[in-house]
């Protein structure tokens, strides 16, 4: 991958603000001692009514090898690509079947070779809505639930996304809409299925023309293609145990490949299968916190680097 030198685009983190929310969930879960289980927007864990939750999840990948089309290859100038996000999560129950979710994470990346300097900063929030559309016996095992989620996502800040691999996010308003079937059986075994489709905007960039699919586009606006997303989780819970196996495979509808020797690019198709192993565990002792782990690994892809991921998080919750 032959890159060159860029200027760095940094911001402050935004420790006030998430020190403050993470001050008030711990207040609210002082509150209310009762057992609760974190949620996102793909899961089929719902907030009861009145209920709020948030906290703050790390992660961090790390990849060296990346598939440049079809092709599995390393570059020297970059050596090792780093990711770090500190995400801001929170949840509240409008009913018990009636969830609002929210997210901001801001990013650092890093290369561990080269002339590239790194990038951080604040990069989209993301706002949902999960509702608990039907739940029924399934005879006598255990419970269907048909969910439904609606999502958006919109850059916090200016950061550019033509710095791939270290831009901190694509720049592109999204659109989300998902559905998920989950049975969970009556000795705490559940297995979910869910399908989203993701609407994208266009980006602009800071250039007046760029060269990607074989074909030199004379414009600053660059077409996103949407994306489709499966997964599929098996896994066991407990009230105060969660543990889910995840696996994942997104597909981007349109967009080229890498260029030979060349950068990334914001729209490039980026295809991966991921799998994903997490645990919940709720403090006996604090119901109302709840700890976060898991690890998961890119098994295969298209223009993505094959990384692997560890996260930890903390997660607080209260009645209001």
Not at 10 to 18: F, K, N, S
Not at 266 to 294: C, E, I, W
């Amino acid at each position: 991958m032959c890159v060159g030198p860029h200027s760095s685009h940094t911001r402050a983190a935004p420790w006030r603000t998430i020190a403050l929310a993470l001050c008030t969930a711990a207040s609210l879960a002082v509150a209310w001692p009762a057992a609760l289980r974190a949620q996102s927007m793909d899961d089929a864990i719902f907030m009861d009514r009145r209920v709020l939750c948030a906290g703050l999840l790390y992660t961090r990948e790390q990849w060296s090898e990346y598939w440049e089309g079809s092709r599995k290859r390393t570059s020297g100038n970059i050596g090792d690509v780093t990711t770090q996000q500190a995400t801001w999560m929170g949840a509240y129950g409008v009913t018990d079947r009636l969830n609002l979710l929210a997210s901001l994470p801001y990013v650092w990346t890093r290369v561990s070779q080269g002339v590239l300097q790194r990038q951080s900063g604040s990069q989209d929030i993301s706002l949902g809505v999960k509702y608990n559309a039907l739940s029924t016996p399934l005879t006598s095992v255990g419970t269907l639930h048909v969910i439904g989620v609606a999502a958006v996502s919109m850059p916090t800040t200016d950061y550019s996304p033509d710095f791939m691999p270290l831009s901190i996010g694509t720049a592109s308003r999204r659109a989300t809409a998902r559905g998920l079937l989950s049975f969970q059986s009556h000795r705490g075994w559940y297995l979910n299925g869910s399908a989203a489709y993701t609407r994208r905007g266009n980006v602009r960039l800071d250039r007046v023309a760029y060269f990607t699919n074989d074909q030199l586009v004379l414009s600053n606006e660059v077409a996103m293609p949407d994306v489709r997303e499966t997964a599929i989780t098996l896994g066991y819970a407990r009230p105060n145990l969660v543990v889910p196996i995840v696996l994942t495979n997104q597909v981007t509808l349109g967009g080229g490949d890498i260029r030979r020797q060349d950068m990334p690019f914001v729209s490039n198709r980026m295809n991966f299968t991921r799998m994903d192993a997490r645990v919940q565990y709720t403090l006996p002792k604090l119901p109302g916190v709840v700890l976060h782990a898991g690890v998961s690994r890119v098994l295969n892809g298209r223009n993505v680097g094959q990384g692997t991921t560890v996260m930890a998080g903390l997660l607080l919750a209260g009645k209001l």
